[in-house]
């Protein structure tokens, strides 16, 4: 007898528990999206911009310490003729391309920027003078660069081969009465070194600021002089000094892709 009330107390203890376990709502499992993490700007890419800024340049104008005239050679001890300061302005632009191991940043640039710059100079000998102008046209480079990077910002240093293109008039003058004018025009080679930094507003878009630094050397150009053409070598040595910003617009071929977490 005592089993058999055991055994009844049994189902019905289990037969309620079924019962309430039925009752009960059940929650759907719930989604959890995949969460993205994003990962550090990736400064590897090319890129395409423009530029503009301020230039500064010092101009020194000497005779060559040798000049030969009609077959005869003269020792002039290249005599300083006088010197210039062109101070102007340039607007242009540039295309690269950067690659970042690390921190590190690796690139090379282009860029061509259109000049206009001017300096004007006398020499007055009594009743004679001669009257210079110089004229800075264009201005463009190729460099390499090297930087590092905290994230979005690049501080970087560049240099590498640089040309500019000038232009010079002089006019003879003596008691107010022009005796003879000279012109010339050259393309100039030399070397450039700067600094600046960059930041990324966008992953597509950056700005920077920069100072470059560039010497051309010493460079004989030689002025036609007129109504009697004659041929006037002058050596002209020149260095410059140039501050620009500008904007480009990075195209990520080389970036990274967002890193995806699932839980």
């Given at each position: ?132 102008n110089t004229r800075i ?43 003879f004018g000279a012109n ?80």
């Open positions: 007898m005592r089993k058999l009330l055991l055994g009844t107390a049994f189902f019905g203890v289990v037969a309620a528990g079924s019962a309430l376990a039925a009752d009960i709502p059940m929650k759907a499992p719930v989604y959890k999206a995949p969460v993205v993490v994003p990962v550090a700007y990736s400064w590897s890419g090319c890129y395409v911009g423009g530029n503009g800024g301020g230039l500064w340049a010092r101009k020194d104008f000497s005779v060559p310490p040798i000049v030969t005239f009609g077959g005869t050679t003269f020792n002039t001890g290249g005599a300083a003729i006088g010197s210039q300061d062109v101070n102007g302005w340039l607007a242009g632009g540039q295309i690269g391309c950067n690659y970042q191991t690390g921190a590190w940043v690796f690139g090379i640039q282009g860029d061509y920027d259109w000049v206009s710059a001017r300096g004007s100079s006398s020499a007055v000998f009594g009743p004679a003078g001669i009257f210079e046209s264009s201005l463009g480079s190729v460099t390499g660069r090297v930087g590092y990077a905290w994230d979005r910002f690049l501080a970087y240093v560049k240099g590498g081969v640089a040309w500019e293109r000038d232009s010079y008039d002089v006019t003879a003058v003596f008691a107010g009465v022009p005796l010339a025009s050259n393309t100039r080679t030399g070397w450039t070194i700067g600094a600046g930094g960059e930041y990324a507003f966008t992953d597509y878009l950056t700005g920077f600021v920069e100072g470059d630094y560039y010497d051309f050397g010493t460079r004989t150009s030689t002025f036609t002089t007129f109504p009697v053409a004659i041929g006037l070598p002058i050596d002209i040595k020149e260095r410059k000094f140039v501050a620009k910003a500008g904007l480009n617009w990075k195209f990520n071929w080389f970036a990274p892709a967002p890193v995806v977490t699932r839980y």
